[in-house]
């Protein structure tokens, strides 16, 4: 673990250099480790791919026990021992199972052809592909409740578009480079758009906002356009 | 109460100290681009220092409000209104602010502060998604923002103190501390002078001048979180210092990241101003924040018993 600050008000720890399960697993250990019995003045625990970054008040840790820095330092390191056996032996299976349901193609899956077509396989196929597969949130960003997953199949892989949409509709799911990802709130966004979910990703009103969090293993079922129609 | 926009202005909208303790869930934080001003209008007419303000860019809005109040505006400075001080608005006749003839965004703060619904624990308005503020969007001409009329009486012929007021300028000199990747950048971006560019916006003030070269480590970076001051690389050199709106993870290259207090300074630039920066230990930068809060406590404290 390197620890260094991020401005006068965070500290990023990261944990390893690649995007694979072993550290998303250590990601997760940390992020509980400092989320059960957070202290005053931590503000934000940020887990994202191989770091946890953690957000604090200098002004509430001045004082006794050294530099606001220095003590927030100490803290992840204390909070990290054991870090890899913990990882190991408690974050390594997916923490929750989050069922998506796409309408793929159609006027919800504008790209879905175009995508087909650089992929050099037919439209079903992909379909066939992005639901068989097993993905893993990595991390939350761009925008509330967006969501990165890891575990898009190699034949679907696509860049993002030239031109970013200036909105593209909740609920859109799109491919970006070697990531899939659902669109939560209706945002500008350059991803290439192969379907919709009915379902809500981001409600500001819950207790917990976001649906998903960083560890958990999502899985896409295909619906018909009748059927997120009737979605409740 | 209600507050009658009569024109918008540029880009005005409903903020306050933003929306904290989300970043997790990949909501940003949002509220102020100057969050100082924003505190020092709220107390210049007895609110707290989080209420809800206006929050307008370049040119001003025009207002009417429905009953007698007291208006404070801060940051920005306009023509037709005093700056960093209270002053009496009576109902129905027009505040018309025009454009700025410093800075770049002013906060006006309305006794009582204005009353909107809080989302994520924050008044402040994230356009980018439509989360919070009014209606999730910017103000229109013809919106009628409800707010708490709150009488309020204060005493004449007194000025804050300009010492305590950040060094708002054409051309700043902003303090940066050390960022993850500033070996691979050389300690070059405080060598140079950047030019503040028209693209700027509440998510990145971004700054034109020679490119920035990264030596060393060519990999793709894992992203990873970044705030509000972090001045993040792109492949074409050109820094971008993140703002309240900023996404709550980046993969581009971090240089520095601008200390808390001088994020004021790069919040009132405007396009074709011009900036430095000033690389000083992170003791020091959290060492300003104490002092600006010691700064503001005792403004706090004065003010008492000049407003009733």
Known sequence: ?232 | MEVTVIRAGMLTTVQDLGRRGWRAAGVPLSGAMDPFALRIANLLVGNPEDAAVLECTLVGPELVFSTDTVVAIGGAAFAAAPSWQPFPVAAGVPLKLGPTLTGSRGYIAIAGGLRIPPVLGSRSTYLRAGLGGFAGRALRDGDVVPAYGQPRRFAEHWRIDPRILPAYSRSPTVRIVSGAQADEFGGRLAKVEYRILAQSDRMGVRLGGPRLVRIGGADELVSSAVAPGTIQVPPDGQPIVLMADAQTIGGYPQAANVVSVDLPLVAQTRPGDRMRFEEIPLTEAQQLLLDRERVIGMLREGLKQKLT
């Not at chain 1, 077509?117 to 993905?135: F, L, N, S, T």
């Not at chain 1, 990165?148 to 799109?174: I, Q, W």
């Not at chain 1, 491919?175 to 290439?192: E, K, N």
Request: glycine residues 12%; positive net charge; contains cysteine.
């Open chain 1, 1 to 232: 673990m390197t620890l260094s600050a991020l401005g006068d008000s965070a500290v990023v720890a990261v944990l390893g250099t690649d995007i694979d399960e072993a550290v998303l697993a250590r990601v997760r250990a940390l992020t509980a480790a400092l989320e059960t019995d957070r202290p005053a003045g931590i503000l934000d625990v940020v887990p994202a791919y191989a770091s946890v970054t953690v957000f604090y008040d200098p002004l509430r840790l001045e004082g006794e026990g050294g530099r606001p820095y220095e003590r927030v330092c100490r803290l992840l390191t204390e909070r990290a021992r054991n870090l890899d056996a913990v990882a190991k032996k408690k974050f390594t299976s997916p923490a929750r199972t989050v069922e998506i349901p796409v309408s793929y193609g159609g006027e919800f899956g504008p790209d879905l052809e175009l995508l087909a077509r650089h992929c050099g396989i037919d439209p079903a196929e992909v379909i066939k592909r992005h639901q068989g597969a097993d993905y893993r949130v990595h991390a939350i960003g761009f925008a509330p409740g967006f969501c990165y997953l890891g575990g898009l199949p190699k034949p679907l892989h696509m860049p993002r578009r030239a031109t970013p949409r200036p909105t593209v509709p909740a609920g859109s799911v799109g491919i970006g480079g070697a990531q899939t990802g659902v669109y939560p709130l209706s945002t500008p966004g350059g991803w290439q758009l192969i379907g919709r979910t009915p379902l809500a990703l981001f409600q500001p009103g819950e207790a917990e906002p976001a649906r998903l969090r960083v560890g958990d293993r999502v899985k896409f079922k295909s619906i018909s356009s009748e059927e997120f129609g009737l979605w409740k």
